[in-house]
């Protein structure tokens, strides 16, 4: 399973901004699907998930109000529109998958490669 995130750039704080992670390769079925950010010596950090097995998605309180993650299942892709944007949004996003495999009993889950998004003050 291969997820490419796409939609990161540069943008003035105050604008918006709209990622976009498509999954692809050999699964059953995404369950859950997210978006986290990392900024270069901290930790990763949860942005925004959807869970399959829930009707609210979870948000980071630093985005909460500002952040909408939306999912097409038939597509399997996956969205997190970002409005007022702050600099410290300033970040690499990465998209996150947990998937049922085509083989075996377990969820699997993957990163997709990361967007750089950079908001200016």
């Known amino acids: 399973v291969q997820l490419q995130a796409s939609g990161g750039g540069l943008v003035q704080a105050g604008g918006s901004l709209r990622l976009s992670c498509a999954a692809s390769g050999r699964f059953v079925r995404i369950m859950d699907m997210g978006w986290y950010r990392q900024v270069q010596g901290n930790e990763r950090e949860l942005v925004a998930i959807s869970r399959s097995d829930r009707t609210t998605n979870d948000y980071a309180g630093s985005v909460l109000g500002r952040a909408i993650i939306s999912r097409d299942n038939a597509k399997n892709m996956w969205y997190l529109q970002m409005n007022n944007l702050k600099p410290e949004d300033t970040a690499v996003y990465y998209c996150?998958?947990?998937?049922?495999?085509?083989?075996?009993?377990?969820?699997?889950?993957?990163w997709g490669q990361g967007t750089q998004v950079t908001v200016s003050s």
């Open positions: 996150y998958a947990k998937y049922r495999p085509a083989w075996g009993r377990y969820p699997s889950t993957r």
